[in-house]
């Protein structure tokens, strides 16, 4: 049986790159379902999950707030939107929590509790996909510009006039001063990237680009990432930028053609991983978490970035992401956790999730890091 952890899910956005104002393909809109269907179904548990739901040995996790915003998990899966007072509920072996409309609808879905929260999240899928992008149509570049500049204004007001980030990859708590917005970037469905200039409060030649990725959310502008494309480094006296690797996957379609495809490329799995990352974290003020089967610990985790470039694996068509996490708290503990990504039927699910290499420390103080598994009898192809 393989190991694996369930996370929450929600619907990503357009895959396409459109100008503002121009329709959506169709499409366009399937290559958009698909990866939000990916990174809504990411909770889903896969058959060994449901045959636990149903033996009573298995220790069900404490209930949460209700998916879907406590409408009606049968009638999403049967394609239409009721709302619940949640009265009639189930709490599912990874805590859960799904409403309905009576006792007949909860009889319905637990007939096939697998396949109803599929078919729910589609649904789901397809409303977030057009309504984000309708949502986007809204606004113009300079609309995020100045958002952007009274979020920064705000924060750094709170703090002594500088604006505080901490580095994902040293850990670092930098204190940076605002230059300006060099542009905004847009991708149809997925949000807007202000690409911003900050340089540090000690030396005004160390200079940052911190790249926002903000998203309008009902009737208003959120920011929903913030993350290092560039960093300084030194050269001799003076200093240089230079781009973080892993850069952030939504650089990665300003080198393809915009258009749609017939297969999958590895951006759209990597936006996939990664806006369930981020909607993760903001669960717990910026902190990912991830119980370790293998040892009970229940880990706290500043994710960095996700490995390039995505596989394939041969043997069953299976997608494979691999990312990196920083120990909360720490500076050098680095776990490496994997993502796997099922497509079936034009649509992509994350089946499985793992802890691939964990830190271990070594007699001097340092960590390494120590695979506990490895793919020697894999096969893989990169997905371009």
């Given at each position: 049986?393989?190991s694996?952890?369930?996370?929450?899910?929600?619907a990503?956005?357009?895959?396409a790159?459109a100008v503002?104002?121009?329709?959506?393909?169709?499409r366009?809109?399937l290559?958009?379902a698909?990866v939000?269907?990916?990174v809504?179904?990411?909770?889903?548990a896969c058959?060994e999950?449901?045959?636990a739901?149903?033996?009573?040995a298995?220790?069900?996790?404490?209930?949460s707030?209700?998916?879907?915003?406590?409408?009606?998990?049968?009638?999403l899966?049967e394609?239409?939107?009721?709302a619940?007072n949640?009265?009639v509920?189930w709490v599912?072996?990874?805590?859960k929590?799904y409403?309905?409309?009576?006792?007949a609808?909860k009889?319905?879905f637990?007939?096939?509790?697998?396949?109803?929260?599929?078919?729910a999240?589609?649904?789901?899928?397809?409303?977030?996909v057009?309504?984000?992008?309708k949502?986007m149509d809204?606004y113009?570049?300079?609309?995020?510009?100045?958002?952007?500049?009274?979020v920064?204004?705000?924060?750094?007001?709170a703090?002594?006039g500088?604006?505080a980030f901490?580095?994902?990859?040293s850990?670092?708590?930098?204190?940076l001063?605002f230059?300006?917005?060099?542009?905004?970037?847009?991708l149809?469905?997925?949000?807007f990237?202000?690409?911003?200039v900050?340089?540090?409060?000690d030396?005004?030649?160390k200079?940052?680009l911190?790249d926002?990725?903000?998203?309008?959310?009902?009737d208003?502008?959120?920011v929903?990432?913030t993350r290092?494309?560039?960093a300084?480094?030194?050269?001799?006296?003076g200093?240089?930028l230079m781009?973080?690797q892993p850069?952030?996957w939504?650089w990665?379609?300003?080198?393809e053609?915009?258009?749609a495809?017939e297969q999958a490329?590895?951006?759209e799995?990597?936006?996939?991983?990664?806006?369930?990352?981020?909607?993760?974290?903001?669960?717990?003020?910026?902190s990912?978490k991830?119980?370790?089967?293998?040892t009970?610990?229940?880990?706290?985790l500043?994710f960095v970035?996700?490995?390039q470039?995505v596989?394939r694996?041969q043997q069953?068509?299976?997608?494979f992401a691999c990312?990196d996490?920083?120990?909360?708290g720490t500076?050098d503990q680095?776990y490496d956790?994997d993502f796997?990504?099922?497509?079936?039927?034009?649509?992509?699910?994350?089946d499985?999730?793992?802890v691939?290499?964990?830190p271990e420390?070594?007699?001097?103080?340092?960590y390494?890091?120590?695979?506990?598994?490895?793919?020697?009898?894999?096969?893989?192809d990169v997905?371009?």
């Amino acid at each position: 049986m393989h190991s694996h952890f369930t996370l929450h899910r929600f619907a990503a956005l357009d895959a396409a790159v459109a100008v503002k104002g121009h329709p959506m393909r169709t499409r366009e809109l399937l290559v958009a379902a698909r990866v939000a269907v990916c990174v809504i179904a990411a909770f889903a548990a896969c058959a060994e999950s449901v045959a636990a739901a149903k033996t009573p040995a298995a220790a069900a996790a404490p209930a949460s707030e209700p998916e879907f915003g406590g409408q009606c998990a049968m009638s999403l899966a049967e394609g239409k939107q009721v709302a619940t007072n949640c009265s009639v509920k189930w709490v599912a072996p990874d805590g859960k929590t799904y409403c309905f409309g009576d006792e007949a609808a909860k009889k319905r879905f637990l007939a096939d509790p697998d396949g109803n929260l599929e078919r729910a999240r589609e649904f789901v899928a397809v409303g977030e996909v057009e309504a984000t992008g309708k949502r986007m149509d809204h606004y113009k570049s300079d609309d995020i510009q100045e958002f952007v500049k009274g979020v920064i204004t705000q924060k750094a007001a709170a703090n002594g006039g500088v604006f505080a980030f901490v580095d994902p990859v040293s850990g670092q708590d930098l204190k940076l001063v605002f230059d300006k917005i060099d542009f905004v970037r847009t991708l149809h469905g997925y949000g807007f990237f202000p690409d911003v200039v900050f340089h540090a409060q000690d030396n005004p030649q160390k200079t940052y680009l911190i790249d926002f990725w903000v998203k309008p959310e009902a009737d208003k502008l959120m920011v929903f990432d913030t993350r290092i494309y560039k960093a300084p480094r030194q050269e001799g006296t003076g200093w240089t930028l230079m781009a973080r690797q892993p850069i952030p996957w939504w650089w990665i379609p300003a080198s393809e053609h915009p258009g749609a495809t017939e297969q999958a490329r590895g951006w759209e799995v990597m936006s996939a991983v990664e806006e369930d990352i981020v909607k993760e974290r903001a669960k717990d003020n910026g902190s990912f978490k991830l119980h370790d089967a293998k040892t009970g610990e229940d880990l706290q985790l500043e994710f960095v970035g996700t490995h390039q470039p995505v596989r394939r694996l041969q043997q069953d068509g299976r997608f494979f992401a691999c990312t990196d996490f920083r120990k909360a708290g720490t500076k050098d503990q680095f776990y490496d956790v994997d993502f796997w990504v099922n497509e079936k039927n034009g649509k992509m699910t994350v089946d499985e999730v793992r802890v691939h290499k964990v830190p271990e420390k070594q007699a001097d103080g340092s960590y390494i890091q120590v695979p506990r598994y490895n793919f020697d009898d894999l096969k893989f192809d990169v997905v371009p």
